[in-house]
């Protein structure tokens, strides 16, 4: 098993422009999330999902899109890039919600928007 | 809203020494308790998950605590290594598995 793969790791995006950044898991789990982590700071959640076709906002929402059309995948949507958004991005999923699941992190993507 | 708390933010210990790292929340109706550990660059590892019916969870060398009445947990590191320096998080868990952070400790355990 890979477990939870990310792509890209590095990128550098002009203010305005677009991305996706890519999040893959091959452990069939029904919970998927997007956290951002700033400097020297905890993570903060940006969306979830519960499984396919369902997604959910966090804490961060603003700025971001996501969609969940497979289990396996959960692609994070930027859509105007400013420099607030400059932060490594981490993927995560989990089996169904029971208290006693770990959630499985991704390597993360670390994203300058200058 | 969920707020959690780790205090300090670095911690430098020779080896061999024995690391406290402490977590406070302030809602104590969580679902469990985590504690992750960061090494530079990389994503989160888990490291211990304490369920809120749990007082602690042990492997090996590490030992966590939970009190939910007091909103603590704490990270026990027994006999600590240069290979255990790295950060670590702990979070709590809140319904539909939302894990709230805290910002983490830095750790350097030194040779």
């Known amino acids: 098993n890979a477990g939870v793969t990310q792509t890209p790791k590095f990128r550098i995006l002009k203010i305005g422009q677009s991305m996706t950044l890519q999040c893959a898991q091959d452990?069939?789990?029904?919970?998927m999330y997007w956290y951002r982590q700033d400097p020297g700071m905890g993570l903060k959640l940006i969306y979830y999902?519960?499984?396919?076709?369902?997604?959910d906002k966090g804490e961060v929402p603003n700025g971001y899109n996501v969609s969940r059309s497979t289990t396996e995948d959960f692609p994070l949507r930027l859509e105007l890039a400013a420099p607030s958004q400059t932060s490594v991005y981490f993927c995560?999923?989990?089996?169904?919600?029971?208290?006693?699941?770990?959630?499985?992190f991704g390597p993360g993507t670390r994203l300058t928007v200058t | 809203k969920q707020e959690v708390t780790q205090i300090p933010a670095a911690l430098s210990v020779p080896e061999g020494e024995n690391l406290v790292l402490n977590c406070s929340f302030t809602?104590?109706?969580?679902?469990?308790l985590q504690w992750f550990r960061q090494d530079p660059g990389k994503g989160l590892t888990s490291l211990l998950l304490?369920?809120?019916?749990?007082r602690e969870q042990t492997s090996g060398r590490l030992n966590a605590s939970l009190d939910k009445s007091s909103g603590r947990s704490t990270l026990y590191i027994a006999a600590s290594q240069p290979g255990d320096s790295a950060t670590y998080l702990c979070?709590?868990?809140?319904?539909?598995?939302?894990?709230?952070f805290g910002g983490g400790t830095r750790v350097l355990v030194k040779p």
């Open positions: 995560a999923s989990s089996p169904l919600a029971q208290s006693s699941y770990e959630q499985y």
């Open positions: 979070a709590a868990e809140a319904a539909g598995n939302k894990l709230t």
């Open positions: 452990m069939n789990h029904n919970y």
């Open positions: 999902s519960v499984g396919a076709g369902i997604t």
């Open positions: 304490i369920q809120s019916s749990q």
């Open positions: 809602d104590s109706a969580i679902y469990n």
